[in-house]
């Protein structure tokens, strides 16, 4: 079994070395991370500057890119062979709700499926690193059932677990759970610098608004670990009929019958 590892929050985050040792005796797992903090980056390549790839003393490596640049160089050559799973976090707070949209755990993950490899992201529910070993714990316990029950073995999987900051001992049984919603985020915190110029600072996630039984919101707040399984096609296609029908009513072109 290899596994890649990676994360959003730096190669040096206390979530990716909790993870990386609770999993290492599972296969032969390598990690490339990111050298810096790269929260809410999503599915961002970079495609106008070199990336560079340096190793660091405990032999992980880290990018100085973006989590899905790790990820991608990971698989388009720096590994020279192909992993059987690609494994995000532990993200330090919720990747929930709308969170996943902007996230760059799942941004890393997804990385991973895109390019037909099984992945999950790994995150906590709340920030701070609060019971981060029992978090890594409960990662651990669904990456071996998924190693030994051969769920990797041509499977193609995308999926986003929360778990909550709580002892192991606290901890409910997984759940799998549908994505809930979230508020609008925050109003803008705008603020003057110390050259007289307004500078903005992105403000805080909503609060959910659908945190409804059978949402992950629900069921994290109860003390499950919760399992969600996403796809990567944004079609809605409960509209198509209704646009192709608005569609046929605009002026045809020149070219069309």
């Avoid at 079994?1 to 909790?18: E, R």
């Avoid at 698989?75 to 192909?82: D, K, N």
């Avoid at 976090?89 to 996943?100: F, R, Y």
Wanted: hydrophobic share 40%; aromatic share 8%; net charge negative.
């Amino acid at each position: 079994m290899k596994i890649l590892l990676s994360n959003d929050d730096g190669y040096q985050a206390p979530g990716i070395v909790a993870l990386y040792e609770a999993i290492r005796d599972l296969g032969d797992v390598e990690v490339v991370a990111p050298e810096h903090n790269n929260s809410a980056k999503s599915n961002a390549l970079t495609l106008h500057a070199p990336l560079y790839v340096t190793e660091a003393r405990n032999g992980f490596r880290y990018v100085n890119g973006t989590p899905a640049d790790c990820v991608h160089i990971a698989l388009t050559g720096l590994l020279g062979y192909r992993p059987d799973l690609v494994v995000s976090g532990i993200n330090n707070g919720a990747n929930m709700g709308d969170d996943t949209i902007y996230s760059g755990t799942v941004g890393a993950a997804m990385e991973g499926y895109l390019f037909g490899i099984p992945a999950i992201a790994f995150s906590q529910v709340e920030k701070g690193w609060a019971h981060l070993e029992s978090a890594a714990r409960k990662a651990r316990e669904l990456v071996q059932f998924l190693v030994e029950h051969h769920r990797t073995d041509d499977a193609h999987w995308l999926l986003n677990v929360n778990i909550p900051n709580r002892p192991y001992g606290e901890l409910k049984s997984f759940k799998v759970c549908r994505l809930g919603r979230r508020h609008a985020a925050e109003k803008v915190i705008s603020q003057s610098s110390p050259h007289g110029e307004t500078m903005y600072w992105i403000g805080g996630a909503g609060l959910p608004k659908d945190d409804a039984e059978g949402t992950d919101f629900h069921a994290s707040l109860q003390g499950h670990p919760t399992i969600t399984p996403l796809k990567v096609d944004l079609t809605d296609h409960d509209a198509l009929r209704y646009w192709a029908q608005s569609a046929a009513k605009l002026p045809k072109g020149e070219g069309t019958p």
